[in-house]
């Protein structure tokens, strides 16, 4: 029997964020926090971190800073992240329905060509427990552990990094 969560790698789309995803990055970024991260955090954590009433003009506008690669299955946005020219991974996230299968490894694979060819000597993200095997799957290491406050809510975080410099 084929394994159901199998996905044709060959069907993710990567491009480049364009006018007007703002508001299906929001989903993504909503929905994957609310359910794929709920497994490692509190209601409480979830709230501050990706609340329900965000404002719609600040997010926009950080979408904009950021510029993420945005990945598409079959004409639909499942997933989103970015890389800065001094290999900073913002923010990276993927539906939690695309969720396993393969949509987080061709984002990855194009921030590592970007960086590589940026010349950024190193990718390093604050990265979430939940994201913390994925990351490492990808050779990152733990840096620091890190404890961020939100509105008087403690999140704990991973500072984590990989060398991009041939040994
Ligand atoms: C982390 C995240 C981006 C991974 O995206 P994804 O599309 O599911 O990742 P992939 O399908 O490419 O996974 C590749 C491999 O990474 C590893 N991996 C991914 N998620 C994992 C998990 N939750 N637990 C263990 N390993 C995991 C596995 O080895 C996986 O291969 P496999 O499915 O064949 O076992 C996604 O789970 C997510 O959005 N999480 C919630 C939001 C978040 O925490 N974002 C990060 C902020 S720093």
């Known amino acids: 029997m084929p394994d159901q969560h199998a996905c044709d790698r060959t069907d993710i789309l990567i491009r480049e964020f364009a006018s007007g995803d703002e508001v299906r990055l929001a989903d993504v ?26 404002d719609p003009g600040r997010w926009a506008e950080k979408m904009r800073s950021i ?4 990945a598409e299955i079959g004409g639909m946005v499942v997933g989103y992240a970015d890389v800065q020219r001094n290999g900073y991974i913002d923010h990276f996230y993927v539906s939690p329905q695309s969720g396993r299968r393969g949509v987080g490894t061709a984002l990855m694979d194009q921030i590592h060509q970007v960086a590589l060819s940026n010349r950024a000597p190193q990718l390093f993200s604050s990265v979430s427990l939940t994201a913390r095997p994925f990351f490492e799957k990808f ?8 404890q961020v406050v939100v509105d008087g809510i403690a ?4 500072r984590m990094s990989k060398s991009l410099t041939p040994t």
């Open 29 to 54: 970024f909503y929905h994957a926090i609310h359910q794929t991260a709920a497994a490692d955090y509190s209601p409480e954590q979830l709230a501050v971190w990706a609340p329900v009433q965000s």
């Open 67 to 70: 510029q993420p690669f945005v």
């Open 139 to 146: 050779g990152f290491m733990i840096d620091a552990v890190q």
């Open 155 to 158: 999140l704990r975080n991973f």
